[in-house]
C-alpha cells in the first residue's frame, strides 16, 4: 500500500496513480483490474482518480505507454544486432516473442486493448503507438530500399498485418499451451521461428 499523501502535484499524482496500476496489473491482470484494487492500493478517495482519468480504459492506455515503450525498445535492440535489413526483420518480430515471455502481463494488457470496446483518447497512448507503427513501416522501407522486400508492398499495411497476425498467433498459443505443448507436442518458438519465415518468405523480393 502505497503511503498517503496530500497536496501532490499534478503531474506526481498522476505518476502515483500511473505506478500503483501498473503493480495492480502485475498482480491481477488486465481482465481483473479494477479501480476498486487502484484505491485500496493507494489508500485514496476513487474520486481522486477520476479526477485525473475519465475511465479504467483510460488508465490501462496511460500504462500501456510503458509497455508500448518497452516493446519499442525491443525492437530498436533487435535491429540493431542485424546489419542485413531482411534479418532484422525477422529478429524484430521474434523479439515480439521474447518480449511475450518477459512481459507476460503487458502482453495481456495489448490483448485486453484489442477488443472493440476499448476507448481511450490518452494522447500519450496515441502518441507512442504512433511512433512504434512508423518505426516497423521505416524499417520495412529500409528492406524495400535495399532490395530485399517487394516493392510494390505497401508498408503501412504491411505492419498492420504483421502486428495483427503475431498478436493473434501468440495470443492463440497462450489460450491452447496446454494442448500445443502437452498434448500434440510442438514447441511455441518453433512455432513463433516458423511464422516469422512466412512472414519474411512472403515479402521477400
Known amino acids: 500500500m502505497v503511503k498517503r499523501t496530500k497536496h501532490l502535484p499534478k503531474s506526481q499524482r498522476e505518476q502515483q496513480i500511473i505506478d500503483a496500476a501498473d503493480k495492480v496489473l502485475e498482480e491481477f491482470g488486465a481482465h481483473d483490474f479494477t479501480i476498486d484494487k487502484m484505491v485500496s492500493h493507494l489508500s485514496v478517495a476513487k474520486g481522486t482518480i477520476y479526477k485525473y482519468y475519465k475511465s479504467k480504459d483510460d488508465v490501462l492506455a496511460e500504462v500501456s505507454v510503458k509497455a508500448l515503450n518497452v516493446l519499442l525498445d525491443h525492437f530498436k535492440a533487435a535491429e540493431k ?23 507476460p502481463k503487458y502482453f495481456e494488457l495489448f490483448i485486453y486493448m484489442e477488443r472493440p470496446d476499448f476507448s481511450s483518447n490518452v494522447q500519450s497512448y496515441l502518441d507512442i503507438s504512433l511512433e512504434m507503427k512508423n518505426y516497423f513501416t521505416d524499417h520495412l522501407k529500409k528492406c524495400q530500399a535495399a532490395g530485399v522486400i517487394k516493392s510494390d508492398l505497401d508498408t503501412s499495411y504491411c505492419t498492420y498485418i504483421i502486428w495483427g497476425s503475431c498478436m493473434g498467433l501468440m495470443n492463440f498459443i497462450e489460450a491452447k499451451k496446454v494442448f500445443i505443448e502437452e498434448i500434440i507436442k ?20
Not at 510442438?186 to 523480393?205: F, H, P, Q, S, T
Open 186 to 205: 510442438l514447441n511455441r518458438k518453433d512455432l513463433l521461428e516458423l511464422y516469422a519465415d512466412i512472414i519474411v518468405g512472403g515479402m521477400k523480393a
Open 81 to 103: 544486432k542485424r546489419h542485413d535489413p531482411l534479418t532484422a526483420l525477422r529478429e524484430m518480430i521474434m523479439s515480439f516473442y521474447r518480449y511475450y515471455l518477459m512481459y
